[in-house]
C-alpha cells in the first residue's frame, strides 16, 4: 500500500515577488505542488499590498526590481512583522547588503541564476521549521492547559527547584580560555540536558584558588526529586568545598576524595547509589588526577589523534562505599578530554542497541564537543529525551597547525571586508569549502571583525552603541569615525587535522580591553547590543575569550 508523504509546506500560503513574468510562471508550476496557496506580485510595492491582505507564511523575492526592490519591501514589513520567514533572491551579495539583509531578518540567500531545485529544497527546509516551531507551540499550549490543573503550590515548588538547580550547577570558566604553562590555552564545554523538571545530572566546573581547575560530574541512579536531591547536595558540597578548602597547604586530591565519600555515604538511603567522576587538572605542571566512580571512560585524545579510555576503578558510591583508587595523567600531548553521564552513552539508538557501541569512533571522529553532538543526534534521534545527559569536553585550543595565516588588519571599517577576501581566499587553496560554509565563515569573521573595530578600537561601549543605533546612524558613525594611532586588530587562521574532519581555528585580536564574558551566551534576541557574538555563537563549535586585550577564539568544524 502506498501512502502519500504530506509536505509540511501543504498547508502554507506562499508569497512570490518576482518582477520577470517568465519567473513568475515557472515558479507557479514549479511550486504549486507544495503550498496550499501561491500569491504572485511583480514588484515590491505589489509584494507589501499583498502581504498585509494575504498573510502569508513564507515571502521569496528578488531584490532587484522597478518601483520598489525586496530589501526596501522587506523593511517596511519588518515594521510590523519581525518573524515570517524571507528568502532574497539576488545576483549579487556584497557586504553592506548582507549586514542589512541579517539586520531585517531574512532567513536564506538564493544567488540568480538559480536551480529550482535549489529554490524547492529552501522553501521546504523553511517550511519543515515552521511545521516544528508550530508542533513544539501546540505541545507548548497544551503542556500549559496540563499545568492549569495541578495544584498550584507543587508547581511553585517544582520552579524554585529548578532555579536551585540552575544556581548550584557551576561553570567558573565558559566562555574563557586559560593558559597552562607553555602558554597553551584550555577551554570548556558543556552539554547539560534535563529530562524532567528534576534532574538527576549536575556538574561543577571550579577554578581553584592556586589556578588549578577541578571538575565534578555527578549522576544520581534513578529519576524524580530523590535523585534531584542527592545530585543538589553532592554539587553544593562540591562547590563550597573546592572553593573553602583547597587553598589549604597540604590539601590534596585524595583527602578531598575522602571527605566527599564520607558525606555522600551519609545523604544516601540504602537502596541508593551514585555515578560520578572528579577531574583535578593542573596546567601549571600539565598533569591530571582522576577518580571515576562507575561512570563511562574518560576519553582522552593526543594531539596526533589517538584516543585511550581511562575505565572506572571505583564501583558506585552507596552508604557502604570504601576507599576511592585515582589515576595520573600527563596533559603534555593531550589535545582533549571527554566525560560523559550515561545518559549518553546508554541512549537507545534508532536501530538497535546503545550508543556506548559507537561513543569512542564518534569521538575519535569529532573536533569538537558540536561537532560529537551532531553524530549523537543521527544515531538516537533529534528528539531524544530517555535520561539526563551531560557531556563536559576540556580541549586544549592551541593546537599543532597543519595550516596557519595570518595579517594585519586596517583599523579601518571599509577595510574589514577586503581582510575577509582575503582570509577565506587563502584558506580555499588549502581546504574545500562548500558555499554554505564559506557564507558562514564570513559572516562570522564580518561580525568579529566589527566587534574588534568598534569595541576595541573606537571604545565603543554598549550604552553609546544602543543610544547611536536608535538613531538609525550607527554605519555611518562606524564608516566615518576614525580609529587612534596605536589601534590594532589582527587575523589568524589555522587548521588542525587530528581527526577525520579538519579542525578551523579563526582569531581575532584587537587593542581593545577585551570582550566582557557578559555579552556572551544570552538568550536575549531583542538586546541591541551583543547580537554579533551571539550570531557567531550560534553558527560555531565553540568560542573562547583569552587575553589579554581583546581576543576572541572561534572554533569551527569543516
Known sequence: MNVQRV???SELTLLFVEDSELFREIGMMSLSHLFKRIVMAEDGEEGLRLFHECTPDIIITDQQMPVMNGMEMLAQIRATDRTTPVVLMTGYIDHQLLVKAINLGVTQFIPKPFQFEQMIQTLEDIAQRIANERFHKQHQ???????RYRDQYNSMQQEAAVRKERHVVRHDLRFQAVSDACGNRWGVDVAHVSRDIMCGDGYSICRLADDRIMIFLIDSMGSGLSASLTTLLATSFCNFHFEHFFHFSGYEFFRMLGFFTEYISGILLDDEVVSCGFLLIDLTNLQLETALFALPPLLVRDIDGTVTTIRSKNPPLSPYSGTAETTSVSLESVADLLLVSDGFSDAELTTEGQYREHLIADYTA?????SLLELFHRRVGATYEQDDRTMLHIRRIDLPDAWHWKCEVTPRYDALHSAIDLALENLSREISLSEQLRDELELMLSEALTNAFEHGCLRVDSAEK???????????????????????????????????????????????SGIPLAGLGTADSRAVCGRGLRMIDRYCDSLFVGGPGGCLIILKTL
Open 466 to 512: 544602543k543610544r547611536i543605533m536608535l538613531t538609525g546612524e550607527y554605519e555611518d558613525f562606524l564608516e566615518t569615525c576614525l580609529a587612534p594611532e596605536d589601534s590594532v586588530i589582527s587575523l589568524t587562521l589555522s587548521l588542525w587535522r587530528g581527526t577525520e574532519h579538519s579542525l578551523l581555528s579563526l582569531e581575532i585580536r584587537d587593542s581593545g
Open 7 to 9: 509536505l509540511p509546506s
Open 366 to 370: 569529532s573536533p569538537t564537543l558540536a
Open 141 to 147: 499550549q497544551h503542556e500549559m492547559e496540563l499545568l
